[in-house]
């Protein structure tokens, strides 16, 4: 008598083919979710300047684990769980039975399409395409911020340069004692040129900043202060070479030049303190309705002069 052959129990199967397939589904979707976790770590760290270190192992981890989790569930097919029938005994001996006629049954119902393999295909190429969006756009985002911070420390620089141009020029001329015989009318106030400059200067010196600002608006304004200051200081100094000491009379202009020769001795650093408090003296005598001599000559002479004294006693 023929033995059938023994089949491995299929519901089991059956069963186990469906805890894997769970089981690989999450950890598809907890690759998945390790890309993007760490594509938005790395977008929030680029935005807001700070560092992800482990931002792109996370997100290649999670690749790893969603490409090799879809990859077992293409390759392990799924099992069907009809029971197979018993096979006849291929006995030569046996002298065969009439067939009996085969039962007329129902067409077997079609088996669905098993889209699983598909679903995790798609699902792993939305995630790529997701991680090259955030790579893409994280990298245009630094691109941006590094050319807009080079466009801000260019204008600043070509800023601060007319700056130093207009302070520059305005230092020399205050550390220049003869440029009142030049340009007196930069020491008037009450000139409008010189005030306009006045102000457009402490202007510029408010609004400037000590070093480049994060801030374009910031920039553009110390830009705009800066242009208007030399603005000002173009026309008050051409204005006031251009009037000079309107001293025409022989008089007049005998008397500045004595004036000058005065306010000479006084800077003298070789002559003795009486001789240049002689001179200072003379300058103050002879420069009334001539012209006006700022404090600040008045004031480093006389420092100047305490200095020669005090050296002169001690030595």
Known sequence: MNNPIPQPPLAYTADLEVFLSYVLWGCTALGIAGMIYGGATLYWSR????????????????????????????????????????????????????????????????????????????????????????SVRTRSHVVDRRNAKKALEADYAAAHAVYSEVADAYAAYLADPYSIFIRPLLDDLTEPRTAAFIDAFAAMNDVRPEQCPDTAERVQAFAVAAQKARTAWRSADGYARTMGLRVTSVEGQRTVRRIR???????????????????????????????????????????????????QLTS
């Open 47 to 134: 935005m807001s300047g700070g560092e992800a270190r482990t931002a792109p192992q996370m997100c290649g981890g999670g690749l790893l684990v969603a490409v090799a989790a879809t990859a077992v569930r293409v390759v392990l097919l799924p099992v069907s769980t009809e029971e197979a029938t018993d096979l006849p005994s291929a006995d030569p001996l046996a002298i065969p039975a009439a067939a009996p006629a085969p039962p007329i049954v129902d067409a077997a119902p079609d088996v669905p399409m098993d889209w699983t393999p598909l679903v995790g295909m798609v699902v792993v190429v939305l995630a790529l395409a997701l991680a090259a969006y955030l």
């Open 261 to 311: 020769s005065a306010l000479g001795i006084a800077l003298d650093t070789s002559a003795t303190g009486q001789e240049r408090e002689t001179a200072l003296r003379t300058v103050e005598e002879l420069a009334v309705g001539i012209v006006t001599v700022p404090d600040r000559i008045y004031d480093n002479v006389k420092i100047a002069i305490e200095t020669t004294t005090r050296k």
